[in-house]
């Protein structure tokens, strides 16, 4: 089974413009989440997407948004980036049992650096 | 305060070593707990996943979770150089996939 596949593996943006990255998901999975992956704050939760449905999310600006489409791959966009939106983006996928948090199975991140 | 406490390290053990990892957590929520596993340039892979207190064991790799005392461990027997990276434990709750990282150890384990 192909794992969580994120795109692109790397990006140089300038402060003020916008982003988006890629995720397909494991194949049968059907919650996507997103986490933020810095030196100083550790792995932060960003989002989680169900069923093209956002589930939950962490305590992040509004400039961060996602969405998930019906074949389960998601993306997320960052606007107006600053410098401290730095950082590897990672995508997880999980099955989702339904009876509490799922293991979550990794992309290889996307890293962003902002100039 | 964090809800999970994890020790950054580094920490640097000999080939061979019983490596003992650990993170204490605050909130009764977490039920389900979780170690990964980040090599540099990757993103994070499970290693182990369990639910109720006691003791889980995979190859060389053993979780033990101890909810009483809100503390998790990850013991990893006869430590090998490709064991080297770091090591995070996460936490969820009862619904959906959120899950609550430590800031990961890092191990280096010396030929």
């Known amino acids: 089974k192909a794992g969580v596949t994120q795109t692109p593996r790397y990006l140089i943006k300038t402060r003020g413009q916008q982003v988006t990255l890629s995720c397909s998901p494991i194949?049968?999975?059907?919650?996507v989440s997103w986490y933020q992956q810095t030196p100083g704050q550790g792995l932060q939760f960003l989002f989680e997407?169900?069923?093209?449905?956002?589930?939950n999310k962490g305590n992040f600006p509004g400039r961060f948004s996602g969405r998930q489409f019906s074949n389960s791959r998601s993306e997320m966009n960052v606007s107006t980036l600053e410098l401290g939106d730095s950082a590897l983006y990672l995508c997880?996928?999980?099955?989702?049992?339904?009876?509490?948090?799922?293991?979550?199975?990794f992309g290889n991140g996307t890293r962003l650096t902002v100039t | 305060q964090k809800e999970v406490e994890q020790d950054p390290g580094p920490l640097s053990v000999p080939e061979g070593a019983i490596v003992s990892l650990n993170c204490t957590y605050s909130?009764?929520?977490?039920?389900?707990f979780m170690w990964y596993r980040q090599y540099s340039r990757k993103g994070p892979e499970l290693l182990m996943y369990?639910?109720?207190?006691g003791n889980k064991e995979d190859g060389r790799f053993t979780a033990q979770v101890d909810k009483s005392s809100k503390y998790i461990s990850l013991f990893i027997r006869d430590s090998q150089p490709s064991d080297s990276a770091t090591y995070l434990c996460?936490?969820?709750?009862?619904?959906?996939?959120?899950?609550?990282f430590g800031e990961g150890t890092q191990l280096t384990v010396n030929p």
């Open positions: 997880a996928s999980s099955s989702d049992l339904g009876r509490g948090a799922s293991p979550l199975h």
């Open positions: 194949s049968g999975h059907r919650s």
């Open positions: 997407y169900f069923s093209e449905t956002q589930r």
């Open positions: 909130n009764s929520a977490f039920q389900y």
């Open positions: 369990t639910y109720s207190s």
């Open positions: 996460a936490m969820g709750g009862t619904s959906g996939s959120r899950l609550t």
